[in-house]
């Protein structure tokens, strides 16, 4: 079911492109493309700007600086920066910039390394724009460190209401930024409700949607064969996964304001999930503060508790994740994935715990609590109910070409911001 409100909005963000034409006009006829500095730090906000930085990569009056930064440099993390490359793009600075521990103090000192390593890179790359997504740690280093140096920052997917420190990174984040990318019109009004000016508040919806919707379907068998899930990738004894089966999709990623609950809280998921007792593909978790936990309490339990059904891997392509998150009979998780982005397959999800408190979603999610008991209900009826109606709940295609025509025209002659009450 598609969401009306994207449609009318159509005109009045014409009319705000249309307004800035003449720079576009500028920059065309002299030869000169604006340079956008586009941070990623995980899997995650690559996946949805994938689109963008093809869109930036067509237009004739822009161009890409790509950094990447954080997880996607680690192994343990799966080192995604090879999903980036594979996909063609140019990578054209790499930062390291996690501390190990991943505690409230080594996330606390890996967003100032990443604010100084930043810093040292625009000064060299002097990008036009810096383009971020979400509200990572090292999202909100971006956006600090350009606002610092006067460079405007455009920010997508601002505005929404979640839990942990997400919540308060979010907000800040758009105080610092001068060009918003909101997904949703609640988002867009609650932008403005802080101040922002509402010219500059621009709904276009998220653009993970335009992959969402054109990425090459894989039937379970297909998608069971891929190289990445092959089974020379599993621990050893372990079947290969039998598509004319079920199966489970599993994320949980720690929430930094309940930290040190996280050890616990997993346990209670692989309870629940070994309890289901069926196949299941868990994937790691993040680097944010807590994530040892989440890992050494799989570790635990799986020493304990076999599980040969269980399947974890690091990360995914986002073609190999689009389609899992498709053909799956039921997601367990507490990522943003959930809310956000199934609903567009009406994939049953169980969201788990309070990380998404808040968070605008479909009638194909079912809340749950952190015990055992609770997830195990949830997902037995999401199981019996099965696939649900559809919901474009975060916009329509094309989202992505929307933005690069924003980003081409839009004025950019001053930085200061001011509240616009």
């Not at 990445?228 to 598509?243: M, V, W, Y």
Request: glycine share 6%; with cysteine; proline share 6%.
């Amino acid at each position: 079911m598609k969401n009306p409100t994207f449609w009318w909005r159509n005109f009045f963000l014409k009319r705000q492109v249309a307004r800035s034409l003449e720079f576009r006009i500028w920059n065309m006829e002299f030869g000169k493309k604006r340079k956008v500095a586009v941070v990623t730090g995980h899997s995650c906000d690559y996946v949805r700007l994938k689109s963008v930085l093809e869109e930036i990569e067509k237009h004739p009056a822009l161009e890409y600086i790509l950094v990447v930064v954080g997880s996607h440099l680690l192994e343990r993390y799966g080192t995604t920066i090879r999903h980036i490359q594979a996909d063609g793009f140019r990578v054209d600075k790499t930062i390291y910039t996690i501390i190990e521990g991943e505690t409230p103090t080594t996330m606390a000192k890996s967003t100032g390394l990443s604010a100084i390593e930043l810093a040292t890179y625009f000064e060299d790359a002097k990008p036009d724009i810096v383009l971020i997504l979400g509200e990572h740690f090292e999202v909100f280093s971006a956006a600090l460190t350009a606002a610092l140096m006067n460079i405007p920052v455009a920010h997508a997917r601002g505005g929404e209401v979640t839990g942990t420190i997400d919540e308060s990174l979010r907000h800040a984040i758009t105080k610092l930024a001068h060009i918003h990318f909101p997904a949703t019109e609640k988002s867009r009004e609650r932008i403005i409700k802080m101040g922002e000016d509402s010219e500059r508040v621009f709904l276009v919806g998220c653009p993970s949607v335009d992959s969402l919707l054109s990425v090459r379907k894989l039937g379970k068998q297909e998608l069971f064969s891929h190289p990445e899930l092959d089974p020379a990738t599993k621990p050893s004894g372990q079947r290969p996964l039998d598509p004319s089966q079920p199966f489970l999709l599993l994320i949980q990623h720690p929430v930094t304001t309940e930290y040190g609950e996280a050890y616990a809280q997993i346990q209670e998921t692989l309870a629940a999930v070994k309890e289901l007792d069926v196949q299941t593909i868990m994937l790691w978790p993040n680097p944010d503060a807590g994530s040892e936990l989440i890992v050494k309490g799989v570790r635990h339990f799986l020493l304990k508790n076999p599980m040969p059904k269980l399947y974890a891997y690091k990360r995914f392509p986002s073609e190999v994740f689009i389609n899992l998150m498709r053909e799956t009979d039921c997601f367990i998780t507490n990522s943003s994935s959930g809310p956000s982005e199934a609903c567009y397959f009406g994939t049953p999800v169980v969201n788990v715990g309070t990380r998404q408190n808040g968070r605008e979603r479909g009638k194909n999610l079912v809340d749950a609590g952190y015990k055992k008991d609770e997830i195990v209900a949830a997902a037995r009826r999401q199981l019996a109910h099965g696939k649900y109606e559809p919901e474009h709940l975060y916009g329509e295609p094309p989202v992505a070409k929307k933005m690069a025509d924003i980003l081409a025209t839009v004025d950019l002659s001053n930085v200061q911001k001011k509240l616009a009450y």
